[in-house]
């Protein structure tokens, strides 16, 4: 599961230290994260009214290049945008051959009307929408398409809203329903209004060790800033939750990928 939402909880630690958090676990993530199925790619095209194949794309924290990877599978020309210098190494050492820059969404290191597409796959929670809006549509071209999108938990199925509301109770933040209710306001990803963003929902399942499940709860920056003894304890109470629904140790997660969609006229 994940317990990301579409802005920071205003109750958590200051986002600057949740964002920097990432680079000292970069391997743990890449490893640990859950993709993304090929029915979000789907719907991006769709939406942005072209297809991927050919198409310059501009992956805005790209972090270990989970997102990057797909869209040049798919015949895109990205070029990859991470400020995180652990997160940036973990990417080159993943995609030796794709190219990567240094910079954040707040003041993207790109040229004005550079790229048919701006893409943020798990990350514009990170930005100030005052900077990074103007700035992805400085960086597209007219007719380019800006693609949010978020892998959020399947509250309807009963082990994921029972694990989410756990974790929700260890950190004393909003429960998991207020969470995605608020990963569902469109309105958080341009408070401006500049934007008309289109929303897609697209849901797909992995299974995983529990193992790997774990290390993807405690690849969020949440947890890694929470105290070693503290998160152990926490993970280590959470296999005994999951053994009871998963007796086997394998783990299906299931996600619903929160796809938004805007385009530049």
Do not use: C
Not at 141 to 159: C, F, I, K, S, Y
């Amino acid at each position: 599961m994940t317990t990301t939402s579409a802005s920071p909880e205003p109750s958590a630690p200051q986002p600057s230290l949740r964002a920097h958090s990432f680079n000292a676990a970069a391997a743990q993530y890449a490893a640990n994260r859950p993709s993304y199925p090929p029915a979000l790619l789907d719907a991006v095209e769709e939406l942005a009214g072209r297809p991927l194949a050919g198409a310059r794309v501009v992956d805005v924290g790209a972090g270990t290049g989970i997102a990057t990877a797909l869209l040049r599978a798919r015949g895109a020309d990205v070029l990859a945008v991470e400020p995180g210098e652990g997160m940036a190494t973990e990417f080159r050492r993943a995609l030796p051959h794709s190219p990567i820059v240094r910079g954040d969404g707040n003041a993207l290191p790109v040229a004005d009307a550079h790229a048919d597409l701006v893409t943020y796959a798990q990350a514009w929670h990170w930005t100030d929408p005052a900077h990074s809006v103007p700035e992805a549509l400085r960086v597209l071209r007219p007719g380019g398409a800006l693609a949010l999108w978020w892998n959020t938990e399947a509250l309807d199925v009963q082990w994921i809203a029972e694990a989410a509301d756990r974790i929700s109770r260890f950190f004393g933040l909003a429960t998991a329903t207020e969470k995605r209710e608020a990963a569902d306001r469109t309105g958080l990803a341009d408070p401006t209004g500049r934007l008309r963003f289109t929303r897609r929902e697209v849901r797909w399942s992995r299974r995983v060790p529990l193992d790997t499940h774990l290390a993807n709860i405690g690849s969020h920056s949440v947890f890694l800033i929470t105290p070693e003894e503290r998160r152990n304890a926490f993970l280590e109470a959470e296999r005994g939750h999951l053994l009871k629904v998963f007796p086997e140790g394998v783990v299906e997660e299931t996600y619903d990928v929160l796809l938004l969609v805007a385009t530049k006229s």
